[in-house]
C-alpha cells in the first residue's frame, strides 16, 4: 500500500492541529461558563456583614432606573468599566433607607470618583434619602480625587468633604449645544425632508437651520435656568455658602484659579467647597476614626451598598399586607416591537403592563417614566394598555425621572396622577417625521432613477428619487392628524381643553415646576411618594412595593446572573483620562443611538432631542 504524499501528510497535520486548538478552546469556553455558573448561583456563601461598618456608596457608570441588556459574548468575556457599567438608582435608594435604621451601620460614605453620571434629578432621589440618614444622627462623609460637576451635587451632601491635594471641583453650569447640518447637507447635495407639528419642535431646526432660533433660545434658556438655580440652591445650602457663590466660582474660575497660583484643590478649598486636603492615607484614618472600625487591609471597614441592600432585601421583611404596589419602569428611547431592557420596546412594555394588571394581589401600579420618546406607534400601543389597566379599575400613577418628554409623556398623560422630581424635564409635546433623499447627489455623479409604476404615488418613497409632492401632502397630514390625537389626549387625561393644552404644547419642553403650573403635572416628588400616592388611590395601607421586570428567558437570567457577579467580583477601573475621554465623546455616541432609534412604521416620531443632556 502506497504511502499518502506528503502534501497530503502536512495538510492532514495541519488540520488535525486545527481540530485539536478549536476543541481545546470550546473545551476551555466550556469550563469557563461552568465555573462562571457556580460562581454567580452557588459560589462561597455570603460573607456575614461587619458588626460595625459604614455604607459605602461608590456608584461606578451611570445611576438608571433600569438597566441595559448585556450580551451574552459581552457577559462572559468583556471587562466591565464605568463606561459601560449601569448602576440601579433603586439600589442606592434601599440600601441608605435601610442603613439609617441599622445600629449596625455607624456611618455613610461616599466615593464617586468612578461615578460617570447621574443626572439632577436622580441625585435629588438620592439626597432625600441621605438627608432621611442624616436624620439618625449618623455622620456622611465623602472621599474624592477629584469632582466632575454631577458628582459634586452628591458630594455636597455630606457632612465633611475630603478631597485628594491634586484634585479639584469643577463646576462649570448647565448647557445645551447641537451641531447644526443644513449648509452641510446643502454642500452635500442630500435633501432633508421634514415635517412638524408644533412651534416649537426643535427636532427640525438642526436639518434647516445653521444656528438655534431665537425661540428655541429663550425656552432652553428657561428650563437650564431653572434646572441650574436648583442645583446651585441645593449647593450653596448644603456648604452653607452664600447665594450665588457658585456663580461666582463658575465665572471666575481663571481669576479665581490665577490668586490660588493654579492649584484647583487649594481654590475649593478657599471657595468653601471642600472641607479638607488630604492624601488617601491620611482621609482613610480620619473616616476609620469616625467609623470605629477598620479591616484587615487598614482601611476603613465598610460594606458596599449593593451588597449590602441585596443582603437586607434577603431578609424577611415585617408583617405587610397580601396586596401590592407594582412599579412598572418605561426607560430609553421609546421603540416599536419587543426590545430590550434599557429601551422601550412597544409591545414589550405594553404586554408587560397588561399581565402585571391582570394580576390579583395588584392594587395599584406606578408607571416609572425616563425617557425622552421615539416612536408614535410604540407610544399608541403602551398608552393603549395604560389605558385598559385604569378601565379595569386599578389606579395608575406616573413617577417622571430625569425626563419624560415627547413620546415619555404621551404614554403618562392618562395617568391618575402625574408626579415630577423637581429636576424632571417634560412636555415636548409635538410630533415630527424626517427622510433624507440623495437624488442632487446621485445626479451629479451621472446616477439617474427612472421607471414606471402603477400607481401615482407606487415608488415616491425612495432615496433616490425628488420627494413626490402628494406624499408630501400626506405626510403633512399624518403629522398634523397625530399632533391633534395628542394634544386631544392630554386635554381628556388632564382635565384640560383642547386650546388650553394646545397653548403649552406646540413641542416646548417644560421644566418640573412650570410643567406643574401649566396643568402637565400634579405633584412633585420623586419615585416614594408617587409609591405612596397610588396606594392613597387604591385604599391600601399595608402593602409591599414590587419592582416588575420584563420576564427573561432562562438563558438571559443566566446571563444577567453572570454579569451582575462579574461585575461584584471586580469592576475594572478606568484611568482618569479614559472617562474623561469618554465624556468628550458622549454627544457623538448620543447621535448614533439617536440615528438608530428611528424606526417607526410610519416614519412618525414624538421625540425630544433638546433634553438628551438631562438623560
Known amino acids: 500500500m502506497s504511502k ?28 469557563l461558563l461552568l465555573a462562571l455558573v457556580y460562581l454567580a448561583y452557588v ?59 441599622d445600629p449596625a451601620i455607624t456611618a455613610l460614605v461616599m466615593e464617586l470618583d468612578y461615578l460617570m453620571y447621574a443626572g439632577i434629578s436622580k441625585s435629588q432621589e438620592i439626597a432625600e434619602a441621605i438627608s432621611v440618614f442624616k436624620a439618625s444622627g449618623k455622620p456622611v462623609i465623602t472621599l474624592g480625587d477629584y469632582f466632575t460637576q454631577d458628582q459634586y451635587l452628591l458630594a455636597s451632601q455630606a457632612d465633611t468633604i475630603i478631597m485628594h491635594p491634586f484634585g479639584g471641583v469643577a463646576i462649570e453650569g448647565f448647557a445645551s449645544y447641537r451641531n447644526y447640518f443644513r449648509e452641510a447637507l446643502a454642500n452635500a447635495l442630500v435633501t432633508m425632508h421634514v415635517f412638524k407639528a408644533g412651534e416649537h419642535k426643535s427636532m427640525a431646526e438642526p436639518f434647516l437651520r445653521d444656528d438655534m432660533s431665537d425661540g428655541e433660545k429663550a425656552i432652553t434658556e428657561r428650563w437650564l435656568d431653572i434646572i441650574w438655580g436648583q442645583y446651585t440652591a441645593i449647593v450653596e445650602e448644603r456648604r452653607e455658602l452664600p447665594t450665588g457663590s457658585l456663580d461666582d466660582y463658575a465665572n471666575n474660575y481663571a481669576t479665581g484659579l490665577q490668586a490660588a497660583q493654579g492649584d484647583t484643590a487649594t481654590m475649593a478649598l478657599k471657595a468653601d467647597l471642600v472641607d479638607e486636603l488630604a492624601h488617601r492615607a491620611v482621609a482613610n484614618a480620619q473616616v476609620a476614626a469616625v467609623v470605629g472600625a477598620v479591616n484587615e487591609d487598614g482601611l476603613y471597614e465598610a460594606v458596599e451598598f449593593q451588597t449590602y441592600a441585596a443582603r437586607k432585601r434577603s431578609l424577611p421583611a415585617p408583617l405587610a399586607g397580601p396586596e401590592r404596589v407594582v412599579v412598572v419602569t418605561a426607560s430609553g428611547d421609546i421603540m416599536p416591537g419587543e426590545q430590550p431592557p434599557g429601551t422601550v420596546g412597544g409591545d414589550t412594555l405594553a404586554d408587560l403592563i397588561t399581565a402585571t394588571a391582570n394580576e390579583a394581589d395588584v392594587a395599584a401600579m406606578v408607571l416609572r417614566v425616563d425617557s425622552g420618546g421615539g416612536s408614535v406607534f410604540a407610544s399608541e400601543i403602551i ?17 417622571m425621572g430625569s425626563v419624560a418628554a415627547s413620546g415619555g409623556y404621551y404614554i403618562a398623560a392618562e395617568a391618575d396622577q402625574i408626579w415630577a422630581t423637581p429636576g424632571t424635564i ?19 455623479f451621472g446616477i439617474h432613477t427612472d421607471g414606471v409604476g402603477t400607481t401615482g404615488l407606487a415608488g415616491s418613497l425612495r432615496v433616490d428619487r425628488p420627494l413626490n409632492p402628494a406624499l408630501a401632502s400626506s405626510i403633512t397630514s399624518s403629522v398634523e392628524h397625530t399632533y391633534r390625537g395628542f394634544v386631544d389626549l392630554v ?13 403649552v404644547a406646540q413641542g416646548r419642553v417644560w421644566n418640573a415646576a412650570d410643567a406643574m403650573e401649566a396643568g402637565l403635572v400634579d405633584r412633585l416628588g420623586g419615585l416614594e411618594q408617587a409609591t405612596r400616592a397610588a396606594a392613597e388611590l387604591a385604599g391600601v395601607e399595608d402593602y409591599r412595593v414590587d419592582f416588575v421586570d420584563p420576564p427573561l428567558s432562562p438563558a438571559e437570567q443566566v446571563f444577567q446572573q453572570l454579569a451582575d457577579r462579574v461585575g461584584k467580583l471586580g469592576l475594572v477601573r478606568e484611568a482618569a483620562v479614559s472617562q474623561g475621554f469618554e465624556r468628550l465623546l458622549q454627544p457623538v455616541r448620543q447621535a448614533v443611538e439617536m440615528a438608530a432609534s428611528f424606526d417607526d412604521p410610519r416614519y412618525l416620531y414624538m421625540r425630544c432631542m433638546a433634553c438628551a443632556i438631562m438623560r
Open 426 to 444: 417634560t412636555g415636548s409635546i409635538g410630533v415630527f417625521a424626517a427622510f433624507p433623499t440623495f437624488e442632487q447627489l446621485l445626479d451629479k
Open 383 to 399: 398608552r393603549q394598555a395604560v389605558l385598559e389597566a385604569k378601565q379595569q379599575g386599578l389606579p395608575v400613577v406616573v413617577s
Open 43 to 101: 459560589g462561597e456563601g455570603p460573607e456575614p456583614l461587619p458588626e460595625r461598618a459604614a455604607l459605602l456608596v461608590n456608584p461606578m457608570g451611570t445611576i438608571v432606573d433600569q438597566k441595559s441588556y448585556i450580551e451574552p459574548l459581552q457577559a462572559l468575556l468583556a471587562e466591565p468599566t464605568p463606561t459601560d457599567n449601569e448602576v440601579l438608582l433603586r439600589d442606592i435608594l434601599d440600601a441608605v433607607r435601610y442603613a439609617a435604621e
Open 4 to 31: 499518502p504524499s506528503i502534501f497530503r501528510r502536512v495538510f492532514g497535520a495541519l488540520w488535525a492541529g486545527i481540530t485539536w486548538v478549536r476543541v481545546a478552546l470550546a473545551n476551555i469556553l466550556f469550563l
Open 491 to 503: 386635554a381628556r387625561g388632564r382635565g384640560m381643553s383642547f386650546e388650553q393644552v394646545d397653548a
